[in-house]
Nanobody, 112 residues
Framework: QVQLVESGGGLVQPGGSLKLSCTAS????????MGWYRQAPGKQRELVAA??????NYADSVKGRFTISRDNAKNTVYLQMNSLKPEDTAVYYC???????WGKGTLVTVSS
């Protein structure tokens, strides 16, 4: 079973950037497809970016602004977020695809 710890969230102004990291432990990280999910207040959790082997996919709402990547040697998956908008405000989680148990997530707040 994979254990996941997210980090890198914070408060950023609209138009700014953040890079989230997720470190995995407890299993063979490289065999899993990985994704970044988010849950905004009052909304359902959604998958915003996924990486399966070398293939990436993005939700339409973040396409062209977010980039998912992974470093299998470090058991880490990243989410580079650029041109952030207030509607990107959410708790961001990483997980395997399809998702297993959830970690605590990291809060991203986009506000002036």
């Amino acid at each position: 079973q994979v254990q996941l710890v997210e980090s890198g969230g914070g408060l950023v102004q609209p138009g700014g950037s953040l890079k989230l990291s997720c470190t995995a432990s407890g299993s063979i990280f490289s065999i899993y497809g990985m994704g970044w999910y988010r849950q905004a207040p009052g909304k359902q959790r959604e998958l915003v970016a996924a990486i399966i082997y070398d293939s990436t996919n993005y939700a339409d709402s973040v396409k062209g602004r977010f980039t998912i990547s992974r470093d299998n040697a470090k058991n880490t998956v990243y989410l580079q977020m650029n041109s952030l908008k207030p509607e990107d405000t959410a708790v961001y989680y990483c997980n395997i695809v399809p998702p297993g148990s959830w970690g605590k997530g990291t809060l991203v707040t986009v506000s002036s």
